[in-house]
Every structure is written in C-alpha cells, then in structure tokens.
C-alpha cells in the first residue's frame, strides 16, 4: 500500500481466490467489502479512531466500493473498485475490507493516503 493516490481516482482491491479442496462441493456464498473512511491528519490519529480511543475525524467520510459476489468459476479474479472523488479531502484513509461468508465475517485494514490534489 506505498501508492499515494489523488482525488479522482479508482483505488483497486484485488481479492485472491483460493480453490476448495473438494472439486465436487459448490462454491460457498461469499461477499467481498472494501471502504475507506478517513480524512485523518496522520496514521496516529487513525489508528486512535480505528481502535475507539479517539473520536472520529471532523468532517469524516467514508467511500465504497459495490460488494463482490464472486461465481467460484476457475480462475476468477475478483476486484473491488473504490472511487475516490475529485474533491475528497486529503490526509489517511483507514482502509476496512471484509469477506462474509454465510454470516463469518473475515476483515482486516491498512492505511491508504491521499494527496491533495496536484
């Protein structure tokens, strides 16, 4: 995650698949989720949200990409698009994606920054 992205841009989640070990089960259900939410003025105070010791960013938003449903076809590869508007503030962007599988929430986060715009 060292890229630095700029409003207007697509950020892109791609998601790994992993085949399941039985060739005649179907493919379980499963959702893929990814959002950024943010501005904060550095990773501190992002972690300091994200971990509910600090109040949220004033002016705080939140961006998402549409939820993937992937078919479980060989060979798929599942991308994630989060659009990040022209006039998105800048600073750290906390990074939140999750895998739901029939009610088992998988999730996991990282820091995304956005510059201000060149």
Known sequence: MNTVYQPGQGM?????????????????QVDLTARLTGPYGDVSELKSAAGGTARPAPGEVTFEAQPVRPS????????SVIRIPEDAPPGSYNLIFAV????????????VRVAPEA
């Open 12 to 28: 892109m989640v791609h998601w790994i698949v992993k085949p399941g070990t039985d060739p005649a089960a179907k493919p379980a």
């Open 72 to 79: 479980g076809a060989a060979g798929e590869r599942p991308v």
């Open 100 to 111: 739901d599988e029939g009610g088992g929430v998988v999730s996991g986060a990282s820091v």
